[in-house]
Nanobody
Framework: QVQLVESGGGLVQAGGSLRLSCAASGSTSSINVFGWYRQAPGKQRELVADISRSGITNYADSVKGRFTISRDNAKNTVYLQMNSLKPEDTAVYYC????????????????WGQGTQVTVSS
């Protein structure tokens, strides 16, 4: 019902920048929260940042001050500006969208993109 496509990953040197984009299609009008997650080899998938429809943001402590999440509601697109990149940021980055389901509990439905590789060399 919701499809997500990430773009913008690549290989950069430490201290460089990348801008990730995630375009949503399908039943997008009811999406409440967009988020970016990442998974490095041998580690659990973790939240990097998320943003509500009203613009409230949340960041992992490891990226505060370096990464910025934003969304364009008219274009159904979420972005992640990544500055001062470190080798520890190397991971596959996944776009996530959440919206309420039509149910008695109003449980949230989660949708995921296929991921984009970010590699930071030292």
């Amino acid at each position: 019902q919701v499809q997500l496509v990430e773009s913008g990953g690549g290989l950069v040197q430490a201290g460089g920048s990348l801008r990730l984009s995630c375009a949503a299609s399908g039943s997008t009008s009811s999406i409440n929260v967009f988020g970016w997650y990442r998974q490095a080899p041998g580690k659990q998938r973790e939240l990097v940042a998320d943003i509500s429809r009203s613009g409230i943001t949340n960041y992992a402590d490891s990226v505060k001050g370096r990464f910025t999440i934003s969304r364009d509601n008219a274009k159904n697109t979420v972005y992640l500006q990544m500055n001062s990149l470190k080798p520890e940021d190397t991971a596959v980055y996944y776009c996530n969208a959440r919206r309420p389901t039509i149910s008695l509990t109003r449980a949230m439905a989660n949708y995921w993109g296929q991921g984009t590789q970010v590699t930071v060399s030292s």
